[in-house]
Each structure stands twice: as structure tokens, then as C-alpha cells.
């Protein structure tokens, strides 16, 4: 049996589909701009680190850095790049680093 649908305000409806449409739009939006980041604006050859006992982002970082770059700041990006809450890393955890050269073209944006 078929039920017949009565829009009895027809602005008020227009209204309703508009902020739904809109709505639509800024998920839509948000879920494409998710996928962008520091990848897609530059060709960047990651180097990616499998995690053994005892490491810290400090001593994995120390490979990647020199004197001209300060090291809290390096651990920082990487763990934005790697969506870290914290600096705790767990062994057979893989994560994405790069190098001296391309973090400080990556820091003058």
C-alpha cells in the first residue's frame, strides 16, 4: 500500500532541502580536504621507520636532523605528520619521517 506524501508548507520544505543540500556540501567538503595534506601539496619521498625496543622519537629523529634544525621542533612535525596525540612510539610501529632538506623546504610555507 502507497502512502501519499502532502508537503503542506512549501517554503518552509524549500528551507529544510536547502540546509540539507548545504549540509551535503560542507560533509562532502570536509571529507575531500581530509585527504589533502602535506603529501599532495609536494612530492615528498617519506622514509618510513619500523619502530624497534628502546626507540623514542628522539633518537630516531637524531638520524634525520642536523645542528641547523632544532630537534623539539622536528619531533613536533613529525608527530602531526603521523597524527601522534603523544611521543610515545611502540615497537613494529611505522612511521613516516624525511629529511633535514625537505622539513625545512616544508617549514617555509
Not at 512549501?10 to 549540509?23: Q, S, T
Not at 621507520?49 to 632544532?70: A, P, Y
Request: charged share 30%; net charge positive; with cysteine.
Amino acid at each position: 500500500m502507497r502512502t501519499k506524501v502532502v508537503i503542506r508548507n512549501k517554503f518552509r520544505f524549500g528551507i529544510a532541502l536547502f540546509l540539507l543540500m548545504i549540509f551535503v556540501i560542507m560533509v562532502l567538503m570536509i571529507s575531500i580536504g581530509e585527504g589533502k595534506g602535506i603529501d599532495k601539496e609536494k612530492n615528498i619521498n617519506w622514509i618510513f621507520v619500523k619502530v624497534k625496543e628502546g626507540d623514542s622519537l628522539w633518537t630516531i629523529s637524531k638520524d634525520f636532523v642536523d645542528d641547523s634544525v632544532d630537534i623539539r621542533d622536528y619531533i613536533s612535525f613529525i608527530r602531526k605528520v603521523n597524527k601522534l596525540e603523544k611521543a610515545m612510539v611502540y615497537p613494529g610501529q611505522v612511521l613516516k619521517f624525511v629529511d633535514v632538506k625537505t622539513y625545512k623546504l616544508l617549514c617555509e610555507r
